[in-house]
């Protein structure tokens, strides 16, 4: 059974970095994009980043652009996502996702993924 597994999360002050990783196991996912989304208490779930099979990225310009990076490792069938000048407003659980099949580009819709890890917290502090 396909499972997605995230970890890196932590408290880091303001300006900080951390980088998130998602472990993917019981099935590949290497020719489908793949994302992370966020969602603080109250609010919705929020896309973050996304990334092709191909490597091809899209970002949410309004909050992470030039922040954010989101890679990929197919080989190890592995999606990151390095976290860099860090806000209080980043905090939230981030959420890794996949998609079961082909999509055309980067969704950014979570009904679009089919596969969710855990979740995994992000506190920045002031």
């Known amino acids: 059974q396909a499972q997605l597994v995230g970890s890196g999360g932590g408290l880091v002050q303001a300006g900080g970095s951390l980088r998130l990783s998602c472990a993917a196991s019981?099935?590949?996912?290497?020719?489908?994009?793949m994302g992370w989304f966020r969602q603080a208490p109250g609010k919705e779930r929020e896309f973050v980043a996304g990334?092709?099979?191909?490597?091809?990225?899209?970002y949410n310009e309004d909050s992470v652009k030039g922040r954010f990076i989101i890679s990929r490792d197919n080989a190890k069938n592995t999606l990151y996502l390095q976290m860099n000048s860090l806000k209080p407003e980043d905090t939230a659980v981030y959420y890794c996702?996949?998609?079961?099949?082909?999509?055309?580009?980067?969704?950014?819709?979570?009904?679009?993924?089919?596969?969710w890890g855990q979740g995994t917290q992000v506190t920045v502090s002031s």
């Open positions: 996702a996949a998609a079961g099949g082909l999509r055309i580009g980067v969704p950014q819709l979570p009904r679009d993924y089919d596969y």
């Open positions: 019981g099935r590949t996912f290497r020719e489908y994009p």
């Open positions: 990334i092709t099979w191909m490597g091809g990225t899209t």
